[in-house]
């Protein structure tokens, strides 16, 4: 059975120190923001969290490319692994919004095109993982896995964008908005620093999850290959 | 008189805001390890049957 690799750990351990960093830009280093008080701190992972999720959602769709391309089952193992770290991740964006929309817009949810969108992207990425259970041919389930993923990602430029050209209160962190955006604000230097470090340590974040991920991914191939030997 | 805008108190939704955050990520890592750790115990019990047959 394959080992942990050196700089598998190497890599945990620097993520670890990344993180701890960020939580204490974030919690210290970052400034309070005078109109929204201390909720606006939620705002760094928030972003960062989004941010993840996408970029997986992304991962997944190129991994479905070169699936469909090459027919190499590693890219499947790819696309599911950078999608269920992306689920996770994009849910606790939705979340920490909700949390930070309480006191700001005076209201948990509203179906704003903002947070409709994503929570359609969210469903789009949840049915993949649940549909994906249901196929038992491991190319058929590879195929479908795929597809869905490259049709499932239109909806994540769709999320992105949705601020910029709809009517909105959610704000834009980079890029002008909508005016009637609700709890946007200027960032101070040293609040762009936590934000940027946010955005950087979210990234390695993923990198060494996606990481564990796949070598789950690879053992449950093996898994199943075997089931299926021994079982015939 | 001048009327002063006060810092409004939003410490609670900070720590909820950061406790949901802390408690999925800890959830989702330890449910990482839990299947990994299931997945070895079966792929050894899979390679004990496979060599037995």
Same mark, same amino acid.
């Given at each position: 059975?394959?080992?942990?690799?050196?700089?598998?750990?190497?890599?945990?351990?620097?993520?670890?120190?990344?993180? %701890?960093?960020?939580?204490?830009?974030?919690?210290?280093? @970052?400034?309070?923001?005078?109109?929204?008080?201390?909720?606006?701190?939620?705002?760094?992972?928030?972003? @960062?969290?989004?941010? %993840?999720?996408?970029?997986?959602?992304?991962?997944?769709?190129?991994?479905?490319?070169?699936?469909?391309?090459?027919?190499?089952?590693?890219?499947?193992?790819?696309?599911?692994?950078?999608?269920?770290?992306?689920?996770?991740?994009?849910?606790? @964006?939705?979340?920490?919004?909700?949390?930070?929309?309480?006191?700001?817009?005076?209201?948990?949810?509203?179906?704003?095109?903002?947070?409709?969108?994503?929570?359609?992207?969210?469903?789009?990425?949840?049915?993949?993982?649940?549909?994906?259970? &249901?196929?038992?041919?491991?190319?058929?389930?590879?195929?479908?896995?795929?597809?869905?993923?490259?049709?499932?990602?239109?909806?994540?430029?769709?999320?992105?964008?949705?601020?910029?050209?709809?009517?909105?209160?959610?704000?834009?962190?980079?890029?002008?908005?909508?005016?009637?955006?609700? &709890?946007?604000?200027?960032?101070?230097?040293?609040?762009?620093?936590?934000?940027?470090?946010?955005?950087?340590?979210?990234?390695?974040?993923?990198?060494? =999850?996606?990481?564990?991920? =796949?070598? *789950?991914?690879?053992? @449950?191939?093996?898994?199943?290959?075997?089931?299926?030997?021994?079982?015939? | 008189?001048?009327?002063?805008?006060?810092?409004?108190?939003?410490?609670?939704?900070?720590?909820?805001?950061?406790?949901?955050?802390?408690?999925? *990520?800890?959830?989702?890592?330890?449910?990482?390890?839990?299947?990994?750790?299931?997945?070895?115990?079966?792929?050894?019990?899979?390679?004990?049957?496979?060599?037995?047959?």
């Amino acid at each position: 059975m394959e080992t942990k690799p050196r700089w598998l750990t190497v890599l945990d351990v620097l993520t670890a120190i990344f993180f %701890v960093v960020a939580v204490f830009l974030v919690f210290v280093f @970052a400034p309070m923001e005078r109109t929204m008080g201390l909720v606006q701190k939620v705002f760094y992972f928030h972003v @960062a969290t989004a941010w %993840v999720g996408m970029l997986g959602f992304m991962v997944a769709a190129v991994a479905g490319i070169l699936y469909l391309i090459k027919g190499d089952r590693q890219y499947d193992t790819l696309g599911l692994a950078a999608v269920e770290i992306s689920l996770v991740f994009f849910f606790v @964006a939705i979340i920490m919004g909700s949390v930070w929309a309480r006191p700001i817009w005076n209201t948990w949810w509203t179906w704003d095109p903002r947070l409709t969108t994503a929570t359609i992207v969210e469903l789009i990425y949840a049915a993949y993982i649940m549909l994906r259970q &249901g196929i038992e041919d491991p190319d058929r389930r590879a195929r479908f896995g795929a597809v869905y993923a490259i049709l499932g990602f239109l909806s994540v430029p769709l999320t992105f964008i949705s601020i910029r050209l709809l009517r909105t209160i959610h704000p834009v962190v980079i890029g002008s908005g909508d005016p009637s955006a609700e &709890g946007a604000f200027n960032m101070s230097p040293r609040m762009k620093v936590a934000f940027f470090y946010s955005l950087f340590t979210f990234s390695v974040v993923f990198v060494d =999850l996606l990481l564990h991920r =796949l070598r *789950m991914g690879k053992l @449950a191939a093996r898994v199943e290959e075997l089931r299926l030997k021994v079982s015939a | 008189m001048m009327l002063q805008q006060t810092t409004p108190d939003t410490f609670n939704y900070f720590v909820v805001g950061y406790t949901v955050f802390f408690l999925v *990520m800890t959830v989702y890592l330890v449910s990482l390890v839990v299947r990994y750790r299931n997945l070895k115990k079966e792929l050894e019990l899979l390679e004990e049957l496979e060599n037995e047959g």
